[in-house]
Nanobody
Framework: QVQLVESGGGLVQAGGSLRLSCAAS????????MGWFRQAPGKEREFVAG????????KYPDSVKGRFTISRDNAKDMVYLQMNSLKPEDTAVYYC??????????????????WGQGTQVTVSS
């Protein structure tokens, strides 16, 4: 089992920045593929960033590429999502997720086995 706890959400103006944190604990979290997803009201949960075992292996959808950066500190069992140039359409609940198995950065919700409780990000125009 892997437990995940997100923090760092809040209200920010368009163009601003936020840094989300995810604290992982449990069975060897540093070996897991980690991801961030978001879900806006009435919409499906969507992938926004993924990271392999090192910061050199990351993946982003086009909607956030160049604005969001995922990173991890394996010594602290932490994963971060730095979000810059935020837009109102980035408003959503953001979730940290971990794969239980596999070595690839997956982009589908079903590929991740462990989830945090989510943290709200609201971007005002």
């Amino acid at each position: 089992q892997v437990q995940l706890v997100e923090s760092g959400g809040g209200l920010v103006q368009a163009g601003g920045s936020l840094r989300l944190s995810c604290a992982a604990s449990g069975r060897t979290p540093s070996s897991n593929i980690m991801g961030w997803f978001r879900q806006a009201p009435g919409k499906e949960r969507e992938f926004v960033a993924g990271i392999g075992r090192s910061d050199s292996n990351t993946k982003y959808p086009d909607s956030v590429k160049g604005r969001f950066t995922i990173s991890r500190d394996n010594a602290k069992d932490m994963v971060y999502l730095q979000m810059n140039s935020l837009k109102p359409e980035d408003t959503a609940v953001y979730y940290c997720a971990a794969r239980g198995f596999g070595s690839l950065i997956a982009t589908t919700r079903s590929s991740y086995d462990y989830w945090g409780q989510g943290t709200q990000v609201t971007v005002s125009s």
